[in-house]
């Protein structure tokens, strides 16, 4: 099912490496916590997710030097250093990570230039430099001086043009994909170039105007798409219905309204909830009814699909030759709340078709059901996802060289 993946990659450059530095971008903005007063590692998917690129280089003989963001730092805030995520790493990879004080400058060089094989060098925080995040192409020219070799695995952050994902491909002489960035497009763009039928896209979470590409795309190429979330409210407003406190996006009524005019006319099955659970408020404590149907009254919101919906979806996921899912069918957090996107996560894993996860909180309820294994891909980019599968062309991987 993979689509067609028209870009070099790190194998095509393991046997001229040994001995040399190769400057990776990697995506390891994983989630910390403090832990008996330190900074830990919350969850380390994305720093496993790196591993496989850079556990071949090393095996190549080439010393990596690894670049990242991590969060939305102002300035050089400390808690925000790659220091505990170069912990990880090291551990996960069982070599030495020494950690660099900065992206650029002569220290850097220096760490470098003193780097020997079988060890990393780490980059510290890349948005600790305002150059980052504006493309700045002084910054990449003094990135891409460390290297003549880059690789840039951080599919989570392909949909920025950035100096570490994009600016820099100018500065060196070979630019290519590592192995997860791979994975991801081929896997993400084979849904939409050549996917096996029947296509059932799941569709939930907040906001309908972060998804109203994602349907335009999907709704050419599925066969259905099953709605839940706060977004199916959008949909009922556009419908008519009754609403209750429910979480409703005014802004995206409209673009409810017109997907389901576009559904009429296309091949595609657009499919809304048939019931609801309800709550009086957004509280895991709060006082709950289901309701078999859709109008709902005043004084309660509705905050997961009921169970005819569930068990409905869930047979749809598990007779589809593809599954794609974004979004969770409820509030999972709340667990009065969880059953929808429980039942639908459990028949991805039980699914024999293809099963795709698009990454965000998608990926996060999979996780807290323990069902990280049981499907086929689960995305470690949630943005970067939703623009692949609207067909949208991602800069980070528009500027590696071509095969
Ligand atoms: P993703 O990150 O997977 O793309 P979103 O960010 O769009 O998903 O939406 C996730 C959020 O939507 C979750 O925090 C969840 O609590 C919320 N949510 C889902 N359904 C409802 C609902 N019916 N009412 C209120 N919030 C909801
Ligand atoms: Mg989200």
Redesign the pocket.
């Known amino acids: 099912m993979p689509g067609v993946f028209t870009k070099q990659t790190v194998r095509d450059i393991t046997g001229e490496v040994s001995g040399l530095p190769v400057l990776v971008r990697a995506d390891l903005n994983a989630p910390l916590k403090s832990e008996e007063g330190r900074v830990v590692v919350a969850d380390d998917a994305r720093i496993a997710a790196s591993v496989p690129t850079l556990r071949l280089l090393l095996e190549a003989g080439a010393k990596p030097i690894v670049c990242s963001h991590l969060g939305r730092p102002k300035d050089r805030d400390p808690e925000l250093s790659l220091a505990p995520v170069g912990a990880r790493l090291s551990e996960l990879l069982g070599v030495p990570v020494k950690l660099a004080p900065g992206l650029v400058g002569p220290e850097v060089e220096a760490a470098a230039q003193g780097l020997n094989q079988g060890e990393v060098l780490l980059l510290e925080n890349s948005r600790y430099e305002p150059g980052e995040t504006a493309n700045d192409p002084a910054l990449a020219e003094q990135l891409g001086a460390l290297a003549d070799y880059y690789v840039n695995d951080a599919f989570g952050a392909a949909h920025r043009a950035h100096a570490t994902t994009e600016g820099v491909t100018h500065h060196v002489n070979r630019a290519v994909a590592g192995l997860l960035l791979e994975r991801e497009v081929a896997t993400l763009r084979g849904i939409i170039e050549a996917p096996e039928h029947p296509l059932v896209v799941v569709l939930?979470?907040?906001?309908v105007s972060?998804k109203v590409a994602v349907i335009d795309s999907f709704l050419k190429v599925a066969d259905a798409i099953l709605i839940g979330?706060?977004m199916a409210f959008s949909f009922y407003t556009a419908q008519g219905h009754s609403v209750g406190n429910?979480?409703v996006e005014e802004a995206g009524v409209a673009s409810a309204a017109k997907a389901l005019e576009d559904a009429q006319s296309s091949g595609c099955e657009l499919v809304l909830p048939t019931d609801l659970m309800l709550g009086r408020e957004?509280s895991a404590a709060t006082e709950t009814r289901e309701l078999d149907g859709v109008d709902v009254p005043d004084g309660w919101m509705?905050?997961?699909i009921g169970p005819a919906t569930a068990a409905d979806y869930a047979e749809r996921v598990k007779r589809a030759a593809t599954v794609f899912w974004?979004?969770?069918m409820?509030?999972?957090?709340l667990a009065p709340f969880a059953g929808g996107t429980r039942t639908v996560a459990q028949a991805m894993a039980d699914a024999d078709g293809v099963t795709v996860v698009g990454g965000?909180?998608?990926a996060a309820a999979i996780a807290q059901f323990g069902l990280t294994d049981d499907v086929t891909h689960l995305s470690t980019g949630?943005g970067a996802a939703l623009e692949l599968v609207e067909g949208k062309e991602l800069p980070g991987v528009e500027a590696l060289q071509d095969v």
Not at 204 to 207: S, T, V
Not at 330 to 333: I, N, R, S, W, Y
Request: aromatic fraction near 8%; avoid cysteine; charge should be negative.
């Open positions: 939930g979470g907040a906001k972060d979330g706060a429910s979480l957004f509705g905050l997961d974004n979004g969770p409820g509030a999972f957090e965000g909180d998608s949630g």
